[in-house]
């Protein structure tokens, strides 16, 4: 089975502080993805990586970035976090960059920025 | 641009009777795919069901199955016989040939009443 893991389940960060989430799949996937989940407005697409090192804007990138340095690993990035960004991150991979490819999710990380 | 619209933000099922949710989309695409997703309360999101635009037959997986119109841009998931378990957030997705980004709705929470 395709594991998606997110290093933590809840965080809490002020202000102004720099965030690192990190997402690991142990599926050798091409394609990887950030998105984040707010009630009432569905998932929303970050940015995503379709190789190492390679990645592309989604529909909300402003205020994000992402690290795409091993195949297994993608790493989102909240430069100075802000009250705006609390939310939850969803991290998700999938195999080949075929517009039918199922996406495999990971279980998410609720972040609050006080 | 594409949009994907749940006009049903909740519903719910008494267990071991049907229920469909309602799914609409607008694109200019021919071809296309159109998903469904399940994540169930604090656990992670899976695919229910997929459907290829191209395809007239309507997709079907155990209890769960799709009425595709593509005319009418239309895409509702029926849960037959549904169970306690089904309890979760759905929601309905589009992706179009040559790309691999997807396009979310807003979710329908579905409750299953014992």
């Known amino acids: 089975d395709v594991k998606v893991t997110q290093s933590s389940r809840y965080l809490v960060k002020r202000t102004g502080e720099k965030v690192f989430l990190e997402c690991v799949q142990d599926?050798?996937?091409?394609?990887m993805f950030w998105y984040r989940q707010d009630p009432g407005l569905g998932l929303r697409l970050i940015y995503f990586?379709?190789?190492?090192?390679?990645?592309e804007k989604g529909d909300i990138p402003e205020g994000y970035s992402v690290s795409r340095e091993k195949k297994e690993r993608f790493s989102l990035i909240l430069e100075s976090a802000s009250t705006n960004q609390t939310s939850m991150y969803l991290c998700?991979?999938?195999?080949?960059?075929?517009?039918?490819?199922?996406?495999?999710f990971g279980p998410g990380t609720r972040l609050t920025v006080l | 641009a594409q949009t994907v619209t749940q006009s049903q933000p909740e519903m719910s099922v008494q267990e071991a009777e049907t229920v469909t949710l309602s799914c609409t989309y607008d694109t200019s695409e021919s071809d296309y795919y159109l998903f469904w997703y399940k994540q169930p309360p604090s656990r992670q999101m899976i695919l229910v069901i997929r459907q290829e635009a191209y395809k007239q037959q309507n997709a079907t997986e155990n209890r769960f199955s799709v009425n595709f119109q593509k005319a009418a841009k239309s895409f509702s998931l029926k849960i037959s016989d549904s169970q306690l378990g089904d309890a979760a957030m759905y929601f309905c997705?589009?992706?179009?040939?040559?790309?691999?980004?997807?396009?979310f709705g807003k979710g329908t929470k579905l409750s299953v009443i014992p």
């Open positions: 997705a589009f992706s179009g040939a040559g790309s691999y980004q997807l396009t």
């Open positions: 599926m050798d996937h091409e394609n």
């Open positions: 998700a991979s999938s195999l080949l960059a075929l517009s039918y490819n199922e996406q495999f």
């Open positions: 990586s379709y190789d190492v090192k390679m990645k």
